[in-house]
Structures are given as structure tokens and as C-alpha cells.
């Protein structure tokens, strides 16, 4: 296990310096003069440029720059952003809103889209699994902002059923909408995977044994069936963390959540190169440790990894 | 072991089960190949039929929307229309610039299939490329491209996009181009993960070895014995991929960073028609349901064809 | 209407009640085209304390009538007929909820594959217990281990915090028998429970499990392919055909006098009652024929023939990696030597993990020896160039193993035949296309299979198609890499016989390469024995299984299922 956990570290380190890396001279090497390319149209005024050739080291070469970047990014030194507020503690400000969401919809789709699943698998060919087959390709279909505009205009504008926009006043009851439209589209493809693979399952060996040996029809289900379905699921939990961000962007922005997502959109909406990359560093970090965690769990659902050479 | 029981010896009447040749060869059906028996299967599926006809439509539309709607998308709008409702010759009314929305839903979609279909075709070129090559030879290669394909992997679609579209080459250039090369960046590792599997679970079958000592090299073997083999689950990622880019095309065009306002795209009469979403909601829910529907088109045909291409369903 | 189990024990006493009787069942499944019978007129009994075997080959419905008597046919499918009667309760319809009650402390079952029957996310000792709880019985730490120590597993404590995939296949077989026997059932369904091991680990299995049941009172249905395995097995032995029992009796007596003509042919074909029948077949000028497996090809002189092979102190040695930035070395083959006399046939035999398909791999060019070398045809292979080696191909030709995997699926008959004459730029394309209808003809598959794709085929017909491919480049040299190990009795013994034909017509020089002894007796002039990648012993066939030297050669011997079976030589003649 220590071996395992040793190695996935080798591997993610690289793969965390080479996006950083990427972002990094993507903003500030690619482009002639990065401050003018961070301000596009705007001339900014002469003290803010000579903070961020400061903040980004842009003196110094590259390679020095780039350290330094990282540097800073692990001492949440991240600089300032053109309102001249400390980006890391607006940062710090919004993340646990951005985080309730993110495990609201964690909850949305790995619960229910797991429960659905294994419901629907367990009947296969049954009415309520080809209801769930066709209705989760229509979900699949529906773009992450369409569904927020149309159920922020009919939950939330029509019927009355909750606030249209989230503002200041963010609690788990008001971030139940934004984690559902978040959740949703991933809610549809764990259901899928669970399904597919509860199907599989259902027919491999080992669920025959263990119902040979005499064991009841819900141990079979839970112990073994369910159990084993999990692994595949877990797997594009992690990888679908990214998605989650991506469309924390595009909910947040709709429902006026204060949370990093929005930060994001404002800041590209009034092109602030530094805090996109800020935010986008962070995101990065975020998701690479993520998915190391999601590897351990992975680890830990199937014991043949551990030991896999 | 001593058993009392006396067992007797029984014989089943011969002529009830008659002996028949040792592995005689059926030939009362036509040949089928992977691919005539994958179009037997799909041919009889109406999700297959439904997605394949609206894909037809929306190609036609595509290529000669004046086929569809004689109202030019732009020149005509009129502001003493704005958000107007529908009237006859307008199905679907005005936008808040006083447009007509059936033209310009009509008009955005060669955008979201253009985007979409170039997305896949360089996707699947550098995607497979890479992906088969890793698979097939391992090694140092494997590793290289594997962690290559991470980097790009731990950048999500959007906030990468985000990065990207900051450059000043994509800043002066918004086109379709651009989009497609941002999207084919940061989407090639997932095809050439999915390539790299499908390759590695054919590389060691048997027909593979056999044909290597025929004499057939290892590029001749990858290109003729493991790739078709290999093609599946790549037809039928591209095909759900297409959908996804079409999705990604429009998100980006709603958050600003995408095609430009000058190119007509569900993305961004979607982006504009959201301040009028309370007052006149139609103007948004027009192209959004006519982007949903051609998503759900390439979904329901990817997912049709997993099924028909799924090896385990076939009988051998 | 429980049955005391005093009932089973007495001998003398009058015929006690069949423990399970089956009775006219039929089974079908529901499939898209319809209702399928997979068994018909089934009927069998088993009285307490026997052991019952059924055998047949793939599709014969054997499998399937033993999961009815446990309840666990496949989803679409049903007992259509009949009745299974369980101690007088019949329960061929009977409740889930009453199905469950049975499995486990009334019936337990050990099923075919030790690799995939285990759930590989629990530890062992996890699967016991569960099995012991569910059917109400201690399942403390030590209840669990002594169940485990039972089957044979040494230090069970230790091994029952253990995952299946740190488990070698015999050691998980013996873990399943473990949890099939562990609520000591009366009935025992036992589903091919070594067709996946090493014979010699084989032997230890199937002598472990019948103490055990002996011991217990266990009655036992043994589902095999193997005649022979059955008859050294069972008290009685039931012959199923194409879903219908064809014949039902007293082992040997069956063995002995097999009536209805599929027994007979099973008699005759079995490779495993072959070390015998063979003797006796040569000494009575037995032509072969579609009855008879062939008789090997010793006719010919092989001491006046020319070396076409010759193997040198040949070594492989792969790196395995063991943890970071770390390898070990693993020598899969190790120092081995032997000869290849042309037109003759020389196998190579082993267990798994012996070497013996490396051996192929670098005779066939495909993988480089560490160290020594291969002499063909008076060269040595490794100082070939890239044009000598497309050269050398041409001579060289492997079959291999899996007729599943030995064919791309992609490409249509005629294309994998005419693959290896359109790489050598042999002829034009009519010229080749006569060619692999001569050589479908070679192979006795009709020419209207050119047209056919390999799933539309049987695993049979595939190996022919793999030979014809082969044959393809009139080679010199053929490597039968398990070539008939995937195929039923009937079948392997046409396709052995196939191989006898062309080799006497073509001069062709086999070489074997095989797990199975009894196949070897009937195909193979020499004989070379290898035991974890060192060749232990060498020989003519006749001396290595007249009077084989090593103990290991001794202990394969002594594993092939029916070996010990005394028939007499009208048996043998069939």
C-alpha cells in the first residue's frame, strides 16, 4: 500500500508541474509583453503595473519566474487583484461557499445516481430502467447553463419554489438549486456507469458463488454486487471533478453565487489575467490532490491495485 | 466405495438421440462480418433511427439553411420589433435587437456542428495517433505520452479554456478555428486514453502474434490487425465527444470566450438573449432546446452504437 | 418430512431414498429468437454418500442441469419439465426464499474457475464467514481458519486476511472447496472443480475433496469433460448429449461396455484412457478413423531422419519489476537443450509457469534468447538480418492455443488464409485464391467457408482455419502451441488426427508444445518434460511413459485422470 501510495506521489508531481507550468508560460512567456496582454484594451495605471512585475517577478528569467510562481502559489502569496484586494483572501473568502456546492452536487450525483442505478440495473429491461436509460441521455444532452436558465426561470421565477438568485444569503437550503443543475448532468452518467456495471456484475462468478453459499438476496446486492460496481463509479467521480469545475464557473455565474466560480467569471468577464491564473492554479492543485485522494479510495475499493506491479 | 443401491446400466434410444457429425459447419445464413451484424443490430433500434434521421436533418440545415427559412438572420432586424412575439412568417418571434429568432436558430447551426465535427476529426487524429502508438509499443513512449496527456488531463475543459482563450492569438482571432484548436488541446487525452486500452486488450491476442511470424511487421500488424479491432469503442467515443464539443462550443461562446458575436451560434443568442429571460423567455429556450436536441441526436447514436458494437453481445 | 440422517449411514439395510432425484427435466432459455431446449429428458439419482458424475462436452447441458439443482439457472432461464426431487421435496420450483435455506447447509457447490469465483474486493476469511453466517454457524476468527485448514490451506490464519489475487489458482480452489463444504451440506455440486489447474495440483484437489465428502457423508455431483476423470471419480456416470442423458451406469461397466454410440466414441477419443488404449491399438493394426483418435506417427524411422532443429543451452531471463526503480530477475527458461529430427513430432511438456511457451516464442523468433542459441536448418537464428528472418518465417509456422483468439475477427476467411501469400508476394490474386481453396481442402473444411467469419465458426473449424493459414507457405516446421488444449474431446482427437494426416502426407516437423500428457502419448514420437523453466527430462515417447526417470515425470504421470483405470484391452479397442 505504502509502494502504491509512493508511486502515484512520483507520478502526480509531474503532472502538477507540467500544468502549472503550462498556465504559467501560457500567460507569461507566450505573450510578447505580459502585462499588456494580462490588460488587453485597458492602459493601467503605471503603480499597478510595477506591483505586478513585482508580484510575477517578470524581471527575472523565466525559469526564476516560474519557481517563484510556485513559491508564492504554495504560500498562498497570491498577489493582488486590480481592485488592489489580496486575491488570496478574497479567495479564502468565497471557497467554502464554492466547496458547499461542490459537495452538495457530490451528494446529488453519487448518491442518488448510484441508488438509481443500481435500481435500474437490478431490473434491467424493466419499465422503470428504460425510463431512466432515455431520461439520463435527454439530461446528458441538456447543456449545464441551459438547464440552469430554465430551471432558475420555472422553480425558481415561475413557481416560486426557491430564490432565483442566491446573493449574500448562502446557506445549504439556498445552494439546493445551483447543486442540482451542477449535479445533474454527472448525476446522469453515474447512473449510467452504475447500471452498466451492476448489469456486469450481476452476471460474473463471483455473485453466482455467493449466492450458492446460501447468502441472503440483500447481501448478495450490497456485499457483493454493489461493492464491486463502486470501483469503476469512484473513478469517474474523480475525473469528473474537473467538469464540476468547470461548471461551478457557469452555475454560480447564473445564480449569482458568491463563490470562486463567480470570482472566476467576473474576473474574465473584466479580463484580470492575474486572478484567472490565481484561481486557476488553485483549481489545478485542487484537482490533482483530489484525484490522488480518489486513487487511495480506488485502492482501497479494489485490493488488486495495491499489490499491481 | 460399496453402495448397496444396484445401478443399473440405461441407454437412451438411439434413434431418439440420433449422433450427429462432430462439428459440422451451419450454413444455412449469410456471411456476417462485425460490421454487417453491427448494422443488422442497428437498423432494427429506433433510438439508432431516430438520432440518425435528426442528424441527416440537422446536416441538411447546416449546409443550406436557405432551404429552411427565406429571412436572413441579420440584415432585417428592426428594434420596434425587440422581443416582439411571434407572428406569421416569424415562428418564433423577435430577440431584443429585433431579429428574427426561427432564422437565427436556423443559421446557428452550421457554427455548432462545424465546431463539433472538426473538434472530433482532429481529436480522434491526435488522439488514436498518440494513444495507439502508446498502447501498442509501451515502454518509455507509453510513459512519455501517458503523462503528457495527464498534464493536459488536469486542466478541466472550461478553466483551461479560460487560460487559453487569454493569449493574445486567441484574443485577436476568434473564429471557429480557434475554439476548435482549444477544444482539440485539451480533449485529445481522453480519446487517446480510450485508444491506448482498446489497443493494449488487442495487442496480445493470438491473430496479433500469428501474423507478426507471417512475416508482417509491427507498424503492418497495429495498422491491420490491431486498430480495426481497436476501432469500437473509438467510434463510439467520437461520436458522444461530438455532442460534448458542441456542448462546450456553446459554453464557451455563453461565457464570452468563445466564437465571436459576429459568427451566429446558439451560444451566444443563448449568452444574449439571458437578459430578457424573465420578460421573454422563448428568445432563450428557442436555440437552447434546438442545441439540447442536436446534443441528444450524437448521444443517442453513440449510445446505439456501443450496443451494437459491444463485442460481448455478439455470438460467436 | 426431514429425513434423519441416521437413514444414510447403515449398509445392509434396505435401499435408502435417492438424496436427489432427477426426473424428466427439461430446461429452456428464452432467447431473442425464441424458446431454446438446453436440456431435455434429463433424469439422474443420487443416493447419500455417492458420487455421481455427468459428462459431456461444451453445450451439452450438463452445467445447466446441475445449476437447477441449486437454483441458480441464468435469468432467462426455466425448468420447462420434469421435477427435481431433493430428499422427496421437489424443488425444481421451489421459493427464493426456500432456495436459500437449501445452498449453503443442504447443498453446496465448488464452481469451475478458482479465478473468477471469488470476489476479488473481500479478504478470504471475509468470504467464509459470511458463508457461515448466513447459514447460521460460529464464524469466529477460528471457526473460519479451521474451515480454511480443512481444505488444505496451511497457516490459515494468515491466509484468511488474504485477497484471491495473492491466492496461486490451487490454493484458491481449495479456499471455494473450503466454503462449498463449510456448512457441511448433503449434497455437493462440484462444476469442473479442476479443469482450470495443473494436473498434478489437479490430482491433490480431487484426492483432498474425496476424503473430505467420504469423511462427511457428502453426496457429490461432479460435473467434467474428462471420461476419464469421471470413471476414476464417480460410483455412476451419466453421459449427457445435446441436452438428452445418452447413458447412465456404473462407471466401469459404462467404461467397459459403452452402448449407445456417442459413449463409444467418447471411450475411444478420450485422450486420458489413451496411455492404455494405445498400446493395444498399435499392436492390432487399427487403422485411424473418425472413431479412433489417430495412432501416432512412429511408423516412420525417425532415428534415419536429418536435424532440423537444434536447441543449445537456450535461457530467458525477463526483469520483473519490484517496486520503485527496482527489478528482479525472473529466468523462465533456463539452460535448456534438445533436437528437432525433420518430419518427426517432439513435445514439450510442462504445468503452467514451466517455460514451455517461451520456448515456442523464441523458436518462432518472436522473443530473443537471453543466452543460447537455436540452430535451424544448420543457422543460427539469432544471426539472421531482417530479410533472412522474413525468410525464415516462411519455414516456420506457429498454431496456437485459443480458437477464439487465433483468428481476427475483422477479417473473412479467405483474407487470414491468403494474409501470409499476399505478405510474401506469392502469386497474383486467382493464383492465390486457388491456393486456400487447395488448402481448405487440406484441412476438410468445405470452400464455401472462404466467405465466413471466425464467429460464425467452431472452436474446431477455427483451429482448422489456423492450420490452413499456417500450411499457407508450405512450411517446414509447425509450433502447436497448445494447439487442441481449448477444444472438446471429439474435436481435439479430428484435429489430432488432421495433424497425423498432414504430417505423413507433407513431412512436416511438429513441434508440440502441451500441458497434456495423455494427448502426447497419442501424437508425439519424442517427449521433452520441463519443470520451472529447466528441461527435467528427455526422451522417445515410449521410454519417458514406459519408464520415466525423474519424479516429477513420475508424478505427471501418475496425475492423468484415469491413468490408474485397469482396462482391459477390449476396452481399449472400443
Avoid at chain 1, 508511486?7 to 509583453?33: H, K
Avoid at chain 3, 455417492?50 to 435469468?75: D, F, N, R, Y
Avoid at chain 3, 498400446?279 to 485411424?288: D, F, L, P, T
Avoid at chain 3, 483474407?415 to 487440406?442: C, F, M, W, Y
Wanted: charged share 15%; hydrophobic share 45%; glycine share 8%.
Amino acid at each position: 500500500m505504502i509502494q502504491y501510495i509512493l508511486r502515484r506521489l512520483l507520478q502526480v508531481i509531474p503532472v502538477f508541474l507540467g500544468t502549472t507550468l503550462l498556465v504559467y508560460y501560457m500567460v507569461f512567456a507566450l505573450p510578447g509583453d505580459p502585462i499588456a496582454a494580462l490588460f488587453g484594451d485597458r492602459q493601467p495605471n503605471p503603480a499597478v503595473i510595477a506591483a505586478l512585475r513585482q508580484q510575477y517577478n517578470l524581471d527575472e528569467p523565466f525559469w526564476v519566474q516560474y519557481g517563484l510562481f510556485l513559491k508564492n502559489l504554495f504560500t498562498f502569496n497570491l498577489g493582488n487583484d486590480f481592485t488592489g484586494q489580496p486575491i488570496a483572501a478574497t479567495l479564502g473568502r468565497v471557497f467554502p461557499v464554492t466547496a458547499m456546492l461542490a459537495i452538495e452536487a457530490l451528494v446529488i450525483q453519487g448518491v442518488f445516481g448510484v441508488a438509481a442505478g443500481l435500481f435500474a440495473g437490478l431490473r434491467k429491461g424493466k419499465l422503470f430502467d428504460s425510463t431512466v436509460l432515455i431520461t439520463s441521455l435527454v439530461v446528458i444532452a441538456i447543456p449545464t447553463f441551459v438547464l440552469g436558465f430554465v430551471l432558475q426561470l420555472v422553480v425558481g421565477v415561475q413557481l416560486g419554489w426557491a430564490k432565483p438568485t442566491v446573493g449574500a444569503n448562502v446557506t445549504w437550503g439556498t445552494l439546493l438549486l445551483p447543486a442540482f443543475v451542477l449535479g445533474l448532468v454527472s448525476f446522469a452518467y453515474v447512473l449510467r456507469l452504475t447500471r452498466a456495471s451492476v448489469i456486469e456484475n450481476m452476471n460474473a462468478d463471483y455473485v453466482r458463488t455467493a449466492t450458492a453459499k446460501g447468502l441472503s438476496r440483500p447481501r448478495v446486492v450490497f456485499a457483493h454486487i454493489l461493492r464491486n460496481s463502486m470501483i469503476p463509479v469512484a473513478t469517474y467521480l474523480g475525473a469528473n471533478l474537473g467538469g464540476l469545475m468547470g461548471g461551478a464557473i457557469v452555475t454560480e455565474g447564473i445564480f449569482n453565487v458568491p463563490g470562486v466560480g463567480q470570482k472566476l467569471y467576473q474576473a474574465i468577464l473584466r479580463s484580470e489575467g492575474p486572478t484567472i491564473v490565481a484561481i486557476v492554479s488553485v483549481f489545478v492543485l485542487i484537482f490533482v490532490v483530489a484525484n490522488l485522494l480518489v486513487d487511495l479510495l480506488y485502492a482501497w475499493l479494489d485490493p488488486r491495485i495495491r499489490y499491481d506491479k | 466405495m460399496t453402495n448397496n443401491f444396484k445401478a443399473e446400466h440405461y441407454v437412451a434410444p438411439i434413434d431418439e438421440t440420433p449422433l450427429l457429425a462432430t462439428d459440422s459447419l451451419k450454413s444455412d445464413q449469410a456471411p456476417l462480418s462485425l460490421w454487417a451484424d453491427a448494422w443488422h443490430k442497428l437498423r432494427r433500434r429506433p433510438l439508432f433511427i431516430i438520432s440518425s434521421l435528426m442528424i441527416l436533418l440537422l446536416v441538411a440545415i447546416a449546409v443550406f439553411p436557405g432551404l429552411f427559412t427565406q429571412v436572413a438572420p441579420n440584415d432585417n432586424c428592426d428594434l420596434q420589433f425587440s422581443d416582439g412575439a411571434p407572428q406569421p412568417g416569424h415562428p418564433f418571434g423577435y430577440t431584443f435587437q429585433g431579429c428574427d429568432v426561427y432564422s437565427r436558430v436556423i443559421h446557428g447551426t452550421q457554427a455548432s456542428l462545424a465546431v463539433g465535427v472538426l473538434s472530433v476529426i482532429f481529436v480522434v487524429i491526435i488522439g488514436v495517433t498518440l494513444g495507439a502508438l502508446a498502447g501498442f509499443f509501451g515502454g518509455w513512449l507509453d510513459a512519455f505520452i501517458a503523462r503528457l496527456g495527464d498534464i493536459f488531463f488536469a486542466l478541466p475543459l472550461v478553466l483551461g479554456a479560460l487560460v487559453i482563450t487569454q493569449l493574445p492569438f486567441f484574443k485577436d482571432n476568434k473564429s471557429v478555428w480557434t475554439v476548435v484548436m482549444v477544444i482539440v488541446l485539451l480533449a485529445w487525452p481522453q480519446m487517446a486514453r480510450i485508444t491506448r486500452g482498446a489497443v493494449i486488450e488487442v495487442r496480445n491476442a493470438d491473430f496479433v502474434t500469428a501474423a507478426r511470424s507471417l512475416g508482417v511487421s509491427r507498424m503492418g500488424s497495429l495498422v491491420r490487425h490491431v486498430l480495426p479491432n481497436a476501432l469500437a469503442p473509438i467510434i463510439v467515443l467520437a461520436t458522444m465527444e461530438l455532442g460534448v464539443f458542441i456542448v462546450t462550443e456553446a459554453t464557451l461562446s455563453f461565457l464570452g470566450i468563445g466564437l465571436p458575436g459576429s459568427v451566429m451560434s446558439w451560444g451566444n443568442d443563448i449568452a444574449a438573449a439571458q437578459s430578457s429571460l424573465r420578460t421573454n423567455p422563448a428568445v432563450l429556450l428557442y436555440p437552447a432546446t434546438a442545441l439540447s436536441i442536436t446534443v441528444l441526436s450524437f448521444i443517442m447514436l453513440g449510445d446505439a452504437l456501443r450496443d451494437a458494437l459491444d463485442p460481448k453481445s455478439r455470438q460467436r | 418430512m426431514t429425513t434423519p440422517d441416521v437413514r444414510i449411514s447403515e449398509a445392509g439395510g434396505p435401499a435408502t431414498r435417492p438424496l436427489l432425484e432427477i426426473k424428466d427435466l427439461a430446461i429452456s432459455f428464452a432467447t431473442g429468437g425464441g424458446e431454446v431446449q438446453a436440456v431435455r429428458n434429463a433424469h439422474l439419482t443420487i443416493m447419500p454418500g455417492e458420487t455421481v458424475a455427468i459428462v459431456g462436452e461444451s453445450g451439452s447441458g450438463k452445467s445447466t442441469t446441475a445449476l437447477a439443482a441449486i437454483g441458480l439457472l441464468p435469468g432467462n432461464g426455466r425448468v420447462s419439465a420434469g421435477q427435481i426431487l431433493l430428499d422427496g421435496e421437489d424443488i425444481s420450483h421451489a421459493t427464493e426464499k426456500r432456495m436459500i435455506e437449501l445452498r449453503g447447509n443442504t447443498i453446496g457447490m465448488v464452481p469451475q474457475d478458482p479465478m473468477s469465483n471469488l470476489n476479488p474486493v473481500w479478504k478470504i476469511g471475509y468470504q467464509v464467514r459470511e458463508t457461515l453466517r448466513a447459514n447460521g454457524r460460529p464464524s469466529g476468527p477460528d471457526d473460519v481458519a479451521e474451515v480454511l485448514a480443512e481444505a488444505g490451506l496451511p497457516d490459515a490464519h494468515r491466509r484468511a486476511k488474504q485477497y484471491p489475487h495473492e491466492f496461486s489458482g490451487g490454493m484458491r480452489q481449495r479456499a471455494l472447496i473450503a466454503i462449498g463444504l463449510s456448512c457441511q451440506p448433503r449434497l455437493l455440486i462440484a462444476d469442473e472443480p479442476t479443469s482450470a489447474l495443473d494436473v498434478t495440483v489437479q490430482r491433490q484437489i480431487l484426492d483432498h475433496l474425496e476424503a473430505m465428502t467420504s469423511e462427511l457423508g457428502t453426496s457429490v455431483l461432479l460435473i467434467t469433460h474428462d471420461l476419464g476423470l469421471a470413471a476414476e471419480r464417480a460410483d455412476k456416470v451419466v453421459v449427457m448429449y445435446r441436452g438428452n442423458v445418452v447413458e447412465a451406469g456404473p462407471s466401469l461397466d459404462l467404461l467397459r461396455n459403452p452402448r449407445h454410440p456417442y459413449t463409444q466414441r467418447l471411450v475411444a477419443s478420450a485422450p486420458s484412457l489413451a496411455s492404455r488404449r494405445i498400446q493395444v491399438a498399435k499392436e492390432m493394426g487399427v487403422e485411424s478413423d473418425e472413431l479412433l483418435a489417430p495412432t501416432d506417427a512412429a511408423v516412420q524411422e525417425p532415428e534415419k531422419a536429418e536435424e532440423v532443429l537444434r536447441i543449445e543451452n537456450l535461457s530467458k531471463v525477463f526483469k520483473l519489476r519490484s517496486g520503485i526503480g527496482r527489478s528482479t530477475d525472473f529466468t523462465a527458461v533456463d539452460n535448456v537443450s534438445f533436437s528437432v529430427k525433420r518430419g518427426t513430432t517432439t513435445a514439450i511438456v510442462g504445468e503452467s509457469g514451466s517455460g514451455k511457451s517461451t520456448v515456442a516464442q523464441m523458436v518462432l523468433n518472436l522473443l530473443t534468447p537471453t543466452s543460447g542459441k537455436i540452430v535451424f536448418d544448420g543457422v543460427d537464428t539469432s544471426t539472421l538480418n531482417n530479410k533472412e528472418i522474413f525468410a525464415f518465417r516462411r519455414r516456420v509456422q506457429p498454431i496456437f492455443q485459443d480458437p477464439y483468439g487465433s483468428l481476427d475477427p475483422m477479417y473473412n476467411i479467405f483474407r487470414t488464409i491468403e494474409e501470409p501469400l499476399r505478405t510474401h508476394k506469392v502469386g497474383n490474386r486467382a493464383s492465390r485464391e486457388k491456393k486456400v481453396r487447395e488448402l481448405l481442402d487440406q484441412v476438410a473444411l468445405p470452400q464455401s467457408t472462404m466467405q465466413r467469419y471466425p464467429n460464425e465458426l467452431s472452436g474446431g473449424q477455427r483451429q482448422r482455419v489456423a492450420i490452413a493459414r499456417a500450411l499457407a507457405l508450405d512450411p517446414e516446421v509447425i509450433i502447436c502451441d497448445e494447439a487442441v488444449s481449448a477444444l472438446d474431446v471429439l474435436v481435439q482427437a479430428q484435429v489430432l488426427n488432421l495433424l497425423a494426416d498432414l504430417q505423413s502426407k507433407l513431412g512436416l516437423t511438429y513441434l508440440f508444445i502441451t500441458h497434456d500428457l495423455a494427448v502426447v502419448r497419442q501424437i508425439a514420437d519424442h517427449v521433452c518434460v520441463m519443470e520451472k523453466g529447466r528441461l527435467v527430462e528427455t526422451g522417445s515417447t515410449d521410454d519417458v511413459f514406459d519408464s520415466p526417470q525423474q519424479d516429477y515425470t513420475k508424478a505427471l504421470l501418475n496425475a492423468i485422470p484415469g491413468a490408474q483405470l485397469m482396462l482391459p484391452p477390449e476396452v481399449a479397442r472400443a
